[in-house]
């Protein structure tokens, strides 16, 4: 019996390209702008995750610009898999894999096992589709709905294939037209081009329908994002960030051939726009020749689709403007349908055009894995670098500030794209001086945070701080950012050191008591300073210490004092307990965690010495 050859095996060398070529970066950098823009869209930034209703009022009043379609995504992903840089990126490094998997399957189907392994491979070495691989946008997922809308589209519309179309095939084209639509605006044109490429070239037989009737449902349920549309226009025709990026048509198709060649092709300006008629004219001709009265050559249709989605993208851009050198990812939606010409072309070489044809090929391999991983080009066309200095002072602050901190800033802080996670406690320096004796009083951490020109401040603002702060630790210092962190104790200063006390299980919140100091500071007073670190900052907020003071004669609690936590992994807290009516003699501080509104405590285990319960000793102290 003849064995059936596995086709499949070919591409698994393409996806782990891909996915070394992508992952080497997905924790390499913080979040840029962009990325946080997503990030805080979805609910991501300590205020959330939101419910649908809520990101479409974030993006309405923030980034009216934005389609809805990723940041909801997201507000379903963060809960689920976290809020990292890692777990972000995590979605768009899938979405590229199935691109890349469904790019094969199309050019499999249409052309031939070849043309599917070499369009795989062509798009897998592309610098601009792996650096999407890793960025936490739509557009890997806009390559994924592209792939998918093309093979279900030549299941449902192909006279030679449309017998096998299933409801499933209907489904998957529905899901990729209505995930275009909603996932970003210039992607929505490949829509608008294989739309009128099916009513030109497409015979108007029975099977002609199909896809239009699903079109029509995908238009209907794009209608809620109508108005955003509408909006998002009128948003990049006032934003300074837009409107300063002029590109008029030669130019953009310029950078196009060059971000889409991996900086080996640059047309220029003069030559662009003729480059791009010549195009237009040979498929023009080739069209006119063509009997329409027979199945139109899938290449032919291809190539018609993509031209006609490059024009209408010019097109609109003339109109709007919103074009410069790092938005050519607007253009993602092209990168499938060249990689699948370019795998036809391969495939269809003979003789001496097959070897040259391997061979550039080949030479393209090997750029790509050079521009991928040693050279510039990976941060030329789209820079992870690309974000504001101020998202490196807001990694720190997400990861060790509290919402009770006090930030003390001084510089520009007016960025369109980065929030603190401290609502409650932003001050300006000219607002808080030194004699607002209440303000400082209130809090038991300050984050000196300066900007640009404010960084040669630095000395003469700690100097101006209130006696009684210690500096904790510099996160911080470069030419244009200053970050530190003051406390009014060593205790509420984050440290390696192991944690002494473990409140939680491991299906509950767990949190650990890092640092502890017990101090009689007169004979009415009893202070009491804890640095508790949590694993799941958004759940600080609904427990409270529980600190009792017993009797160690009778075992009677005497004194309590009772502090409630605030938004953050890292909680200082300082209690004050009233000890004015104890008697001398030796008493005993007790620490516990309870949920303030059900006041079940989360229990215990003491990590000295392995002792368990819902109040744990903390130390003892004297009463003379």
């Known amino acids: 019996m003849k ?5 499949w095996l070919w ?3 393409v996806l782990l390209l891909a996915t070394g070529l992508a992952a080497q970066r997905m924790s390499a950098y913080p979040l840029d702008v962009n990325e946080e823009a997503t990030k805080l869209l979805a609910g991501g930034m300590g205020d959330g995750p939101y419910r649908p209703a809520e990101v479409l009022a974030a993006i309405q009043g923030t980034y009216p610009d934005q389609a809805y379609g990723l940041p909801l995504l997201y507000s379903l992903w963060g809960p689920i898999f976290g809020w990292s840089e890692f777990s972000l990126r995590l979605l768009p490094l899938f979405a590229g894999l199935l691109a890349l998997a469904g790019v094969y399957r199309v050019g499999r189907e249409w052309f031939g096992p070849l043309a599917g392994w070499v369009a795989a491979l062509l798009l897998a070495s592309s610098v601009h589709f792996i650096t999407f691989m890793h960025v936490a946008r739509a557009f890997a997922l806009i390559a994924l709905f592209v792939v998918m809308v093309a093979w279900s589209y030549g299941r449902l519309a192909w006279p030679r294939q449309a017998r096998a179309a299933s409801r499933g095939t209907a489904l998957i084209f529905l899901l990729g037209s209505g995930g275009i639509l909603y996932g970003h605006y210039y992607g929505a044109l490949f829509l608008a081009g294989l739309s009128l490429s099916h009513l030109l070239w497409l015979p108007k037989g029975r099977h002609w329908w199909r896809p239009v009737w699903l079109w029509v449902i995908a238009v209907v349920l794009f209608l809620p994002q109508l ?4 909006t998002g226009i009128g948003f990049t025709q006032t934003q300074p960030w837009f409107i300063q990026a002029e590109m ?3 130019e953009v198709f310029s950078w196009f051939a060059y971000v ?9 300006e003069s030559y662009s726009l003729f480059v791009l008629v010549a195009l237009i004219l040979v498929v023009g001709v080739a069209w006119w020749k063509t009997n329409r009265r027979e199945p139109i050559a899938r290449s032919w249709f291809l190539l018609f689709t993509t031209l006609t989605v490059l024009v209408l993208m010019l097109c609109a851009n003339e109109i709007l403007l919103v074009m410069s050198r790092f938005r050519l990812r607007y253009f993602m939606a092209l990168w499938p349908l060249i990689s699948l010409l370019s795998g036809w072309a391969v495939w269809r070489s003979r003789g001496q055009w097959r070897v040259l044809a391997s061979f550039l090929v080949g030479a393209w391999l090997i750029y790509g894995l050079w521009a991928n991983t040693a050279s510039t080009k990976r941060f030329e066309f789209y820079s992870m670098l690309y974000r504001h ?9 997400n990861r060790f500030a509290s919402q009770m901190d006090l930030l003390w800033t001084k510089g520009q802080l007016g960025f369109w794209n980065w929030r603190a996670p401290l609502p409650d406690a932003q001050y300006a320096l000219d607002e808080l001086e030194q004699e607002d004796s209440l303000q400082w009083e209130d809090h038991l951490r300050l984050w000196l945070l300066l900007t640009g020109e404010r960084v040669a401040e630095v000395n003469q603002l700690v100097e101006a701080m209130p006696a009684g702060w210690l500096h904790c630790r510099l996160f911080v210092d470069r030419a244009d950012l200053f970050l530190a962190l003051y406390t009014r104790s060593a205790i509420h200063c984050p440290s390696q050191e192991p944690a002494q006390i473990r409140f939680g299980e491991e299906v509950m919140p767990q949190v650990m008591l890092q640092d502890a100091a017990v101090s009689v500071v007169s004979e009415e007073t009893l ?3 804890l640095l508790l670190q949590a694993d799941d900052a958004t759940g600080m907020t609904a427990y409270s210490v529980a600190l009792h003071v017993l009797d160690v004669s009778s075992g009677e609690k005497v004194a309590q004092g009772d502090q409630g936590l605030w938004l953050g ?15 001398a003699g030796e008493y005993e501080v007790r620490i516990g965690l309870y949920h303030w509104q059900t006041l079940a405590h989360l229990p215990g285990v003491d990590l000295s010495n392995g002792a368990t319960a819902d109040l744990l000793t903390l130390t003892r102290f004297r009463v003379e």
């Open 3 to 7: 064995r059936r050859p596995l086709p």
């Open 11 to 13: 591409l698994i060398p």
């Open 227 to 230: 108005q955003g549309l509408l």
């Open 248 to 250: 008029r048509a030669a």
């Open 260 to 268: 889409l060649s991996n900086g080996w092709v640059y047309i220029g």
């Open 389 to 397: 200095p101020l998202s490196l002072a807001s990694n720190e602050l």
């Open 527 to 529: 202070r009491v300073d």
């Open 569 to 583: 992994r890292y909680n200082p807290v300082r209690s004050e307990i009233d000890i004015s009516a104890l008697a």
